[in-house]
């Protein structure tokens, strides 16, 4: 399994920014997908999740109303849009895969950086 996150970058506070996330290497549309990021000196966190037929989604407090997750099956992408960017969304970004109740910890991708500068 490879998850290759994308499309961070240095944004202002108040802008916006679209991640993506190719994964390979697994029946993709059999698994759930989350978004997790992890600041300096913070540990990670789940900040979206969405089923597999992207019907259900689910947000952190910390991101609810500003950050949209998205997939495409047939593309094995997932997706982050942030808006709203706050400094405090300053991070490294990461997908994974879960499947059933089980995140597929094994398998983190090496994620892609967001600074949102004040």
């Known amino acids: 399994v490879q998850l290759q996150a994308s499309g961070g970058g240095l944004v202002q506070a108040g802008g916006s920014l679209s991640l993506s996330c190719a994964a390979s290497g697994l029946a993709f549309r059999n698994y759930e997908m989350g978004w997790f990021r992890q600041a300096p000196g913070k540990e990670r966190e789940l900040v979206a999740r969405?089923?597999?037929?992207?019907?259900?989604?689910y947000y952190a407090d910390s991101v609810t109303g500003r950050f949209i997750i998205s997939r495409d099956n047939a593309k094995a992408m997932v997706y982050l849009q942030i808006n709203s960017a706050q400094p405090e969304d300053t991070a490294v970004y990461y997908c994974?895969?879960?499947?059933?109740?089980?995140?597929?910890?094994?398998?983190w991708g090496q994620g892609t950086l967001v600074t949102v500068s004040s």
């Open positions: 969405i089923n597999r037929s992207a019907v259900r989604k």
């Open positions: 994974l895969p879960r499947y059933g109740n089980e995140w597929l910890y094994n398998y």
